[in-house]
């Protein structure tokens, strides 16, 4: 298979996508920038519960 090809399946297979619409691409992307930030903080706040009961620990 050569590159030539491979591009061209490429480009035909773009072709067949259904690309969101604007108002669809903003939902997703609020979406994902609101999953996003709720997992940091909610690791954040893991990590900070951990790190306490690790220094209650006496060495």
């Known amino acids: 298979m050569n590159i030539v090809k491979f591009f061209k399946d490429v480009s035909r297979e773009l072709k ?3 690309w969101p619409k604007g108002k ?3 939902k997703y992307t609020i979406t994902v920038v609101s ?4 997992v ?9 519960g ?4 690790l220094e209650l620990i006496p060495e």
Do not use: C, N
Request: glycine share 0%; hydrophobic share 60%; net charge negative.
């Open 40 to 48: 940091t903080i909610f690791f954040a706040l893991v990590d900070v």
């Open 16 to 18: 067949k996508v259904s």
């Open 35 to 38: 999953t996003v930030v709720f």
């Open 50 to 53: 951990i790190s306490s009961l």
């Open 24 to 26: 669809e691409l903003t």
